[in-house]
């Protein structure tokens, strides 16, 4: 199971940290992402990490989103920097594990302009 949590209304140019912590699983052997869906769009992925620790992001939040782990806590982190009213949306954090997909339940980021 994950649990996500973190999210808020923040101003543009203000950062968030998203937090996802994941329950009855061998969190350090499995990638973890980040995905979001803002209203009436495609959920799309926003950011990935390996279980070696290497990353990717879309290309709408490089240089701005930085993803990390912690094993010991069994959590991933999205921290979120200069924030645009287009970061608006609900975001769900993602793994697969032995072939079972699991999706967080989601947090809300909404960025005022």
């Known amino acids: 199971q994950l649990q996500a949590s973190g999210g808020g209304l923040v101003q543009a140019g203000g950062s968030l940290r998203l937090s996802c912590t994941a329950s009855r699983f061998k969190f350090s052997l499995n990638a973890m992402s980040w995905y979001r869906q803002a209203p009436g769009k495609q959920r799309e992925l926003v950011a990935g990490?390996?279980?070696?620790?290497?990353?990717n992001y879309a290309d709408s939040v490089k240089g701005r989103f930085t993803i990390s782990r912690d094993n010991a806590k069994n959590t991933v982190y999205l921290q979120m920097n200069s924030l645009k009213p287009e970061d608006t949306a609900g975001y769900y954090c993602?793994?697969?594990?032995?072939?079972?997909?699991?999706w967080g339940q989601g947090t809300l980021v909404t960025v005022s302009s």
């Open positions: 990490i390996t279980s070696g620790g290497s990353t």
């Open positions: 993602y793994c697969v594990t032995f072939g079972v997909a699991y």
